[in-house]
């Protein structure tokens, strides 16, 4: 069956499988807030109002696509590029994104092969829970991909899990982190089992950070970082 959305193309080397969240996309929703609560949807959407100048937006590994709905329906002007392995995943985005789905396209690939293409730049990216999925060095990499293709005074919007160097991160966090890697990996096949350092790697990739914030005593963080 053709797809219902316009399709980007990028080319996909032989590696292991990323880790499937198909069977998530139904449930996605309620799995987070049972875990959760609003927190970590608060999280995605501390820098909303940060990002109206926006235009031309790359969004990896945004679930079920709630933020990106909410970034076209607050933004009339910008345009997605939605990257996801999940084709269910980027399903449920399209239909979240409703009237405004015709600014979006969509690419179901592996975002450690994923290449921007020749003439694409953005100048807002955006990873919600995503680059835990990574090691540090597939995030290296990618935010060297994502820096090729970025303007001047581009906006990377970070969401997280941290372990902050406290009591609290500790005992509470680390085996809280080490929970969720094992479940997600029983559930998907995730094999990555430890939070990468991104920031040291957005650094090094020519980002610096903006604005930060944290919730939970430190165990997630929103980050905005620019290209400036």
């Not at 987070?32 to 609003?38: H, K, N, T, V």
């Not at 679930?63 to 607050?74: I, P, S, W």
């Not at 604005?211 to 939970?216: A, D, E, G, I, K």
Request: include cysteine; glycine fraction near 6%; charge should be positive.
């Amino acid at each position: 069956m053709a797809a219902p959305f316009p399709l980007l193309s990028s080319k996909t080397r032989k590696r292991g499988a990323p880790p499937n969240f198909d069977g998530m996309a139904r449930a996605y929703r309620w799995m987070e807030y049972l875990s959760f609560g609003p927190v970590l949807w608060r999280c995605r959407t501390e820098f909303l109002a940060d990002l109206a100048h926006c235009r031309n937006a790359l969004v990896i590994g945004d679930g079920d696509g709630r933020f990106t709905a909410r970034l076209l329906e607050t933004n009339a002007a910008i345009k997605v590029d939605a990257i996801d392995a999940s084709p269910a995943m980027l399903r449920a985005l399209v239909r979240r994104a409703g009237k405004a789905a015709g600014r979006v396209r969509t690419d179901v690939a592996d975002a450690r092969d994923w290449q921007p293409a020749n003439s694409e730049t953005y100048d807002l990216v955006v990873t919600h829970f995503f680059l835990d999925c990574l090691t540090t060095d597939e995030v290296r990499a990618l935010a060297v991909r994502i820096r090729s293709a970025s303007v001047p005074d581009t906006l990377w919007v970070v969401s997280e899990f941290a372990l902050p160097r406290s009591f609290f991160g500790r005992f509470v966090a680390r085996p809280l982190v080490t929970a969720l890697y094992h479940a997600f990996g029983l559930l998907t096949g995730l094999r990555v089992r430890a939070l990468p350092d991104h920031a040291t790697v957005l650094t090094e990739a020519g980002f610096r950070i903006y604005l930060s914030r944290t919730r939970l005593w430190g165990l997630l963080v929103s980050e905005l970082w620019t290209n400036s």
